[in-house]
């Protein structure tokens, strides 16, 4: 079993900043791309940011110059920091990440719980 566990959720005021965690746990060989995604209500789930196990970053033009996503592969996690929130920011935030349990299985992608976000005043 592999598990994505998300944490940093919360209520901020527009402008304000807050840090998103994610970590995932169980039998995990390796972890390819990460990311996040989140769904607003009534909207589809959207590209938030990834990030390659090597570094690498893609930022959806929403969100460029605002947030910024790292990873640790030493905890197999990764992070989303996010600052000068707006409130067309809020929506539930997901992680997301491609995962191989074993070396003989193919990668899958594997989804967090989700964390609630809400910018407002």
């Known amino acids: 079993q592999v598990q994505l566990v998300e944490s940093g959720g919360g209520l901020v005021q527009p402008g304000g900043s807050l840090r998103l965690s994610c970590a995932a746990s169980?039998?995990?060989?390796?972890?390819?791309?990460m990311g996040w995604y989140r769904q607003a209500p009534g909207k589809e789930r959207e590209l938030v940011a990834t990030i390659t196990s090597g570094g690498r970053t893609n930022y959806a033009d929403y969100v460029k110059g605002r947030f910024t996503t790292s990873r640790d592969n030493a905890k197999n996690a990764v992070y989303l920091q996010m600052n000068i929130l707006k409130p067309e920011d809020t929506a539930v935030y997901y992680c997301n990440a491609v995962i191989t349990r074993t070396s003989y299985l193919l990668p899958r992608e594997y989804w967090g719980q989700g964390t609630q976000v809400t910018v407002s005043s």
């Open positions: 169980g039998s995990i060989f390796s972890i390819d791309d």
